[in-house]
């Protein structure tokens, strides 16, 4: 079974100051990787996604993620955070084939100030 | 696209009564759709799978006769919590799969059931 593991629990940064959120899945296979944002009171949304290629993805708002294969590691990045990345951000993993759900970290909460 | 809607955004209801949450596929046929719990500070947790016309899989600890899914069209699926008591509060989200789109799941704005 996949597991995702985050390592912050709540990051408090200044506005400007660069970020960069842990995430560590385990699995024996190939995966594919998602991060989403929660922003207060606001669904789920997809910030990121890795299914082949490229292990830098670039996503949306100027985020961006790398995926270390020999790390199992998907860390999310952002060279300069504003007050309105004020969030909740989960990574998720699920198996690259075959209609399998996916699984949650138990999230980052992300707090900037000004 | 891909836009999922829930139905309530929030309920209260009594102790022992039976409260049902739709999910829609607004714009899409959703062949599996996902319902999540997510606990207050904590990750969203996997309750169950249902893939249209078939029974829902659900996940170890989750109990089938108390959270009855019904998956019966390509764009609606129903969360059904039987005999609700407060501990069932929590914040229940679900999630589509495109047949077309990869492994991509859209989320729906999630239903806060608060039990009496």
């Known amino acids: 079974a996949q597991s995702v593991s985050q390592h912050n629990h709540h990051v408090i940064l200044s506005e400007a100051a660069s970020l960069e959120l842990g995430c560590n899945y385990s699995?024996?296979?190939?995966?594919?990787l998602f991060w989403y944002v929660q922003y207060p009171g606001q669904h789920l949304q997809l910030l990121l996604k890795?299914?082949?290629?490229?292990?830098l993805v670039k996503g949306i708002k100027g985020f961006e993620a790398e995926f270390i294969k020999s790390k199992f590691s998907f860390n999310l990045r952002k060279p300069s955070v504003q007050w309105s990345d004020t969030a909740e951000y989960f990574c998720?993993?699920?198996?690259?084939?075959?209609?399998?759900?996916?699984?949650f970290g138990k999230g980052t909460r992300l707090s900037v100030i000004a | 696209g891909a836009v999922v809607s829930q139905h309530p955004s929030r309920v209260i209801c009594k102790s022992g009564t039976s409260v049902k949450i739709e999910c829609r596929s607004l714009?899409?046929?959703?062949?599996?759709m996902f319902w999540y719990r997510q606990f207050p500070k904590k990750s969203l947790m996997l309750m169950a799978t249902?893939?249209?016309?078939?029974?829902?899989?659900?996940e170890q600890g989750v109990e089938k006769d108390k959270f009855l899914i019904n998956h019966a069209s390509l764009t609606l699926s129903t969360l059904t919590v039987t005999s609700a008591h407060p501990e069932d509060s929590s914040f229940y989200i679900c999630?589509?799969?495109?047949?077309?789109?990869?492994?991509?799941?859209?989320f729906g704005p999630g239903t806060r059931l608060t039990v009496l």
């Open positions: 999630s589509a799969r495109v047949a077309n789109r990869g492994n991509e799941q859209f």
């Open positions: 699995y024996g296979g190939t995966v594919n």
């Open positions: 890795y299914f082949s290629g490229d292990p």
């Open positions: 998720a993993v699920n198996e690259h084939s075959g209609n399998t759900p996916l699984v």
């Open positions: 714009d899409f046929q959703a062949t599996t």
């Open positions: 249902s893939n249209e016309g078939s029974k829902a899989t659900y």
